[in-house]
């Protein structure tokens, strides 16, 4: 608690008022963790608000680390990232962070009631808004089996949810946030295909016009979306829609996508 950030405030940083749009830049970013490896080596691109991104490849091509620089919990060396054509850097962190809802593969969730559980995204939300979020993730039914519904308290001895249940109602609690910007980093691994596909169901509607990144390893996710971008070796080597990518004749996202069609799950061991 007493360790000071590396990432803080400018003078005179931009307080956002309001949701942004949600346009991204990242506009010839050049980052690197230790000096000498360089992670991303120039990545060009502009999304637009509303678009839904797939970010692919193997492990270690930076996926996590351009949606850490998008959050500034690490800053760039060279280029620079923007939303709504402000440099993350000139905003100030708190108002720039609540313009995400974040779901990640470990759910983090803690020993109090469901219901407070979904609300810590929005301690003001009505129980209307917080069964609403919990509909959309598909956790309502299972919350009403629980020995007092809503107010059953997480980790007690009769409430041991399952990673798939825990991740869901990391999902309404990104969902009751209503943020600009979703990030979802690997959300639904856990799931079962047929949970996963309810969500996603659910999740069209929610995000529409909502400017999303999404990690994942399975192609119903992944072939749904506006814009994929495959990385490897710190580049973009491919991008475009899921029917643009599979026209490129022995192209790297389509030799990915016949490779795994049968299993549904890019394999990182096999990218």
């Given at each position: 608690l007493d360790e000071k950030p590396a990432i803080l405030d400018r003078p005179g940083a931009l307080k956002l008022e309001g949701?942004?749009?949600?346009?991204?830049?990242?506009?010839?970013?050049?980052?690197?963790?230790?000096?000498?490896?360089?992670?991303?080596?120039?990545?060009?691109?502009?999304?637009?608000?509303?678009?839904?991104?797939?970010?692919?490849?193997?492990?270690g091509c930076g996926k996590t680390t351009?949606?850490?620089?998008?959050?500034?919990?690490?800053?760039?060396?060279?280029?620079?990232?923007?939303?709504?054509?402000?440099?993350?850097?000139?905003?100030?962190?708190?108002?720039?962070?609540?313009?995400?809802?974040i779901v990640l593969q470990e759910s983090l969730l803690f020993q109090i009631s469901v219901t407070?559980?979904?609300?810590?995204?929005?301690?003001?939300?009505?129980?209307?808004e917080v069964v609403n979020a919990a509909k959309i993730a598909e956790i309502h039914e299972d919350i009403l089996k629980m020995p007092k519904g809503y107010d059953s308290v997480i980790g007690d001895r009769n409430v041991q949810l399952s990673v798939g249940q825990k991740q869901r109602v990391s999902i309404a609690r990104?969902?009751?946030?209503?943020?600009?910007?979703?990030i979802m980093d690997e959300a639904t691994s856990s799931l079962d295909s047929e949970s996963e596909r309810a969500i996603q169901i659910a999740m069209e509607r929610f995000l529409v016009n909502r400017t999303s990144f999404i990690v994942a390893h399975r192609l119903s996710t992944i072939r749904n979306a506006d814009r994929i971008i495959l990385l490897d070796g710190g580049f973009i080597q491919e991008m475009g829609n899921h029917e643009t990518l599979m026209k490129i004749e022995g192209g790297r996202y389509r030799e990915l996508y016949e490779k795994h069609s049968g299993r549904g799950v890019i394999s990182d061991d096999e990218n």
């Open positions: 949701k942004v749009r949600g346009d991204v830049d990242f506009d010839h970013v050049v980052f690197s963790y230790d000096p000498g490896k360089v992670i991303i080596k120039g990545m060009d691109v502009h999304i637009k608000a509303g678009e839904t991104v797939a970010l692919v490849g193997p492990t351009i949606l850490s620089l998008l959050m500034r919990l690490f800053d760039v060396q060279e280029g620079a990232v923007r939303i709504d054509g402000h440099d993350v850097k000139d905003i100030a962190l708190s108002s720039l962070r609540k313009q995400f809802g407070d559980n979904i609300r810590y995204a929005k301690p003001n939300a009505t129980f209307e990104a969902v009751l946030a209503n943020p600009a910007i979703l």
